[in-house]
């Protein structure tokens, strides 16, 4: 299952490769694709805990999958802007992030998703797996820079808003939950 997980994930990917040539800014559309994908796979996964906590479904199992492919498609959306859009050329970065505040957010969205990525594996999860909490954070900050980024927001940015906050509602929901049965 797992495989063929990663094969919808990257499917966005082939499409975005397909229509590279024909495409009117290449720059834009690549920073839409992965971007799209980053947040939309963030959110993703955050829906196996939900799952289980109010349907007993239980996709546990694929909740670091997506995550770590979350965190690839972060990865390729800020190597769009560093290689792609800015050339390496640091200075040009500073100067468009200080045009550009979200930029900022997005690049502590992103530094959130790398922490979490290296400490994904068992040895370090085991230890650690606290401060996965952050993916919270993270969703937050990812939203904010989705949502900045734009000129003019859709139905599409505020639907995904609209997602992010449900999600996060439902945690904080189940948060208070758990600590009013413990007092």
């Not at 997980?5 to 590279?20: D, R, S």
């Not at 694929?62 to 190597?79: E, N, P, Q």
């Amino acid at each position: 299952m797992k495989p063929l997980l990663v094969l919808l994930a990257l499917l966005p990917l082939g499409l975005a490769y397909y229509k590279l040539e024909s495409a009117i800014d290449p720059i834009k559309m690549l920073y839409n694709y992965t971007g799209i994908g980053a947040i939309t796979l963030l959110l993703l996964s955050l829906l196996p805990s939900t799952c289980k906590r109010i349907c007993g479904v239980n996709f546990l199992r694929y909740r670091k999958t997506i995550g770590l492919l979350s965190f690839a498609y972060a990865l390729l959306h800020v190597s769009v802007f560093v290689v792609l859009d800015s050339e390496l050329d640091f200075v040009t970065i500073f100067e468009k992030s200080l045009k550009k505040p979200f930029i900022y957010i997005g690049l502590i969205a992103f530094v959130i998703l790398l922490l979490m990525a290296l400490t994904s594996f068992k040895k370090l999860f085991a230890k650690l797996s606290k401060y996965h909490k952050a993916v919270y954070i993270a969703l937050a900050l990812a939203l904010l820079h989705s949502f900045w980024a734009q000129k003019v927001a859709g139905v599409f940015e505020y639907s995904v808003i609209a997602v992010g906050v449900v999600l996060l509602g439902e945690r904080v929901w189940a948060w208070k939950a758990l600590h009013v049965k413990t007092f």
